[in-house]
């Protein structure tokens, strides 16, 4: 079993929608969260960092993290064609040095429709 | 601030060839970390560097693989010699004030025929 799992689609959904990406884990000592946005032939970008259990708010996106189902998810609220991209969650049990090594999920391919 | 610089861009060699990746992080950074991105894959971290000392290469395979950091700043990864599963894309990022939170470059795509 893989400590992180992400269906990794693709998804199509119509702009406009809300648009919902999750990821399970098996590594319990995973408390710091964050999704990374990557576009085709680019490196990946930091979009959303959470810590520990709880919902982070930034513009339309949201993300959750639900320790004790070891559930995240990432919302994009009205969904834009510029945010076609693949989605990556990441964890790490730490971020001091030495415990920061980020576990990646395999990535969720996303496209909006116009 | 200039972001991390990779070079070159996009690579294609026979197998048994060798190839270099060279890697200029953000100014200040002093950790710095090369990862593997294989096709429909998560990145997988190669090793990390603190300054110019390894923090963690335990991914790295050292039969083929090796990397280097002189004076703490660039850095540049080789394979010798490469095979076919080590096309892929090498991402090079450093960290500066949250360690978990990286600047990643745009890559170095290498495919291996």
């Known amino acids: 079993q893989k400590e992180v799992e992400q269906d990794p689609g693709p998804l199509s959904v119509p702009e406009g929608a809300i648009v919902s990406l999750n990821c399970t884990y098996s590594?319990?000592?995973?408390?710091?969260f964050m999704w990374y946005r990557q576009y085709s032939r680019k490196g990946p970008e930091l979009l959303m960092y959470t810590y520990s259990s709880g919902n982070k708010e930034d513009g339309r996106f949201t993300a959750q993290v639900d320790k004790s189902s070891k559930y995240i998810s990432l919302f994009i609220r009205d969904s834009q064609p510029s945010d076609s991209a693949t989605y990556l969650c990441?964890?790490?049990?730490?971020?001091?040095?030495?415990?920061?090594?980020?576990?990646f999920g395999t990535g969720t391919r996303l496209t909006i429709i116009p | 601030e200039a972001g991390v610089a990779q070079s070159p861009r996009y690579k294609i060699i026979e197998k048994r060839q060798s190839v270099a990746f060279w890697c200029n992080p953000i100014?200040?950074?002093?950790?710095l970390y090369w990862y593997q991105q294989i096709l429909g894959q998560g990145p997988k971290l190669l090793i990390q560097?603190?300054?110019?000392?390894?923090?963690?290469d335990s991914q790295l395979p050292k039969d083929r693989f090796s990397a280097e950091r002189l004076k703490g700043v660039d850095s540049t990864l080789k394979i010798q010699p490469a095979k076919l599963e080590d096309s892929a894309v090498y991402l090079c990022?450093?960290?500066?004030?949250?360690?978990?939170?990286?600047?990643f470059g745009a890559g170095s795509r290498l495919t291996v025929l």
């Open positions: 990022a450093s960290s500066l004030a949250l360690a978990n939170v990286l600047t």
């Open positions: 100014s200040g950074h002093a950790t």
């Open positions: 990441a964890m790490s049990a730490g971020s001091n040095f030495g415990n920061e090594k980020l576990t």
């Open positions: 590594n319990s000592a995973f408390q710091y």
């Open positions: 560097f603190q300054n110019n000392g390894v923090v963690d």
